[in-house]
């Protein structure tokens, strides 16, 4: 059994915590990890599991595979979309190279992004869905429903409590017809997790979309191999329609069965569902980081650099980051991709990158900024190394804080050391490594007419970058 974990979303809904190029399943919402390496880490003890198939967005590739690496996991491949194309498309590319790689192993196909605190039922529920799975099924995991939920799809089945057929997918219901799905007792909300084989899902979405399949295996086949990563061709996979698994086959194939699963999940969708998963004080409150209240209840709070404080207001979402402020009553939380959009259309880069952003050298944080001046704080990994490259618009000046710098400044090597520095003229080639075993961080002073990143001439690159 491959797992194959979808990491394409971007999670606009939980800005601005999450963004473009860093999404949600990056983040670490629960403790020490992310979403992603949780989704990973659960899978330990179930039987003939094999390390995991990823399919994520270009932008995202470092990250995944610096994610694994810090809970020292290998993917067995990571898969690299060009465009967003939804996940029948990603879990295709999936299959079909499962298909070239192994003799028609089951996928077990995870969101990144999901919360399950019960692991143990989890497992078990699997073990129910690979006996159906072998048997050509194409099975999904029903949510066993604790409240009428208005902001779920369902799934009604034939029977209540065990696995059985699928009778039909519903969209997201009103509030009467929840209920009356809660009443029922044999509707499902949609996990969006699946088991089956991987020839099983492709024959059928060859009967559904046939144009998809074909449009897959030339992506696939035209694939590049870059460092850890499959590159597939970007002319054929756009040539892919845009659908869901639900759509492009669950609603359409006679195979569909449903295994109920009751292990506390959550697709930590919006504000309002994360604060129902975090234990609440006796005011209903969860409170995290730098924060203090007064006269405040039923409201998720969260600081992530700076005193937040909040008085007499209930039921509120109130969120801080480095370059952001999100504030909002706790019923119209779920509309903030409004704001979202809103700043798209202004194009502003809160949308897209936090404050801090993340390298596969290792990371900076833009201090502080002004006319014809910027002021970062790096940080490189131990033996990683930015490329070779020049400015045409900047000088820079480098601090070292702490551990050994490696400078190249046109035909001049260099060590630095704590507390030294140097001047990288306009113009010059230029490159900066991290010899030493422990991280590099140096406070980086840029001045000149032009300031942003697009401002980099890579004349060596050791990531493949542009």
């Not at 067995?76 to 979309?81: C, N, Q, R, T, V």
Request: charged residues 25%.
């Amino acid at each position: 059994m491959i797992p194959v974990i979808i990491s394409g979303g971007t999670g606009t809904r939980l800005w601005p915590l999450s963004r473009k190029n860093k999404p949600k399943q990056f983040l670490s919402l629960f403790g020490e990890f992310s979403l992603f390496q949780n989704t990973i880490s659960r899978l330990t003890g179930l039987e003939n599991i094999e390390a995991p198939l990823i399919v994520c967005n270009n932008d995202h590739r470092f990250m995944v595979a610096e994610q694994l690496q810090a809970i020292d996991l290998n993917a067995k491949d990571i898969i690299l979309e060009p465009c967003a194309r939804n996940t029948a498309p990603a879990i295709a590319l999936a299959a079909l190279r499962a298909l070239q790689t192994d003799k028609d192993p089951l996928l077990l196909v995870l969101a990144a992004d999901h919360l399950i605190q019960n692991v143990k039922a989890f497992h078990a529920a699997i073990e129910q869905a690979k006996k159906l799975a072998e048997q050509d099924k194409l099975v999904t995991f029903g949510i066993q429903p604790q409240t009428a939920h208005t902001g779920y799809g369902y799934i009604e089945a034939e029977e209540k409590n065990a696995p059985s057929k699928v009778k039909q997918f519903v969209e997201k219901p009103d509030l009467a017809t929840a209920e009356s799905y809660l009443a029922a007792g044999n509707f499902f909300w949609n996990s969006g997790m699946f088991l089956f084989k991987a020839s099983t899902y492709i024959n059928e979405l060859q009967k559904h979309s046939p144009e998809m399949v074909s449009a897959c295996k030339t992506a696939l086949e035209n694939s590049i191999s870059d460092l850890d990563f499959i590159r597939v061709d970007p002319e054929a996979f756009e040539q892919s329609p845009s659908d869901s698994i639900d759509y492009a086959v669950m609603e359409k194939t006679t195979k569909a069965m449903v295994v109920p699963l009751d292990a506390g999940w959550s697709d930590v969708g919006s504000w309002s569902s994360l604060w129902e998963t975090f234990p609440q004080d006796e005011n209903n409150n969860v409170l995290i980081g730098d924060v203090i209240i007064d006269s405040v209840k039923n409201s998720y709070i969260h600081s992530e650099n700076r005193l937040v404080t909040v008085l007499g207001l209930d039921d509120v979402v109130v969120v801080e980051t480095h370059d952001a402020i999100m504030v909002a009553h706790k019923d119209q939380a779920q509309n903030v991709k409004n704001i979202v959009e809103a700043l798209s259309k202004q194009d502003r880069k809160e949308v897209h990158t936090h404050r801090k952003c993340y390298r596969p050298w290792g990371s900076y944080d833009s201090v502080d900024i002004g006319e014809r001046f910027q002021v970062k704080r790096i940080t490189v990994n131990p033996g990683a190394s930015l490329s070779l490259q020049m400015h045409y618009h900047r000088a820079e000046h480098w601090v070292v804080v702490s551990g050994t710098a490696e400078v190249t400044r046109d035909e001049e090597v260099m060590l630095l050391g704590e507390n030294e520095s140097t001047y990288i003229p306009l113009g010059s080639v230029h490159r900066l490594r991290n010899p030493g075993r422990v991280p590099l961080e140096i406070v980086e002073v840029q001045s000149g007419s032009y300031l942003e990143e697009d401002d980099i001439v890579r004349l060596q690159d050791s990531y493949n970058r542009q």
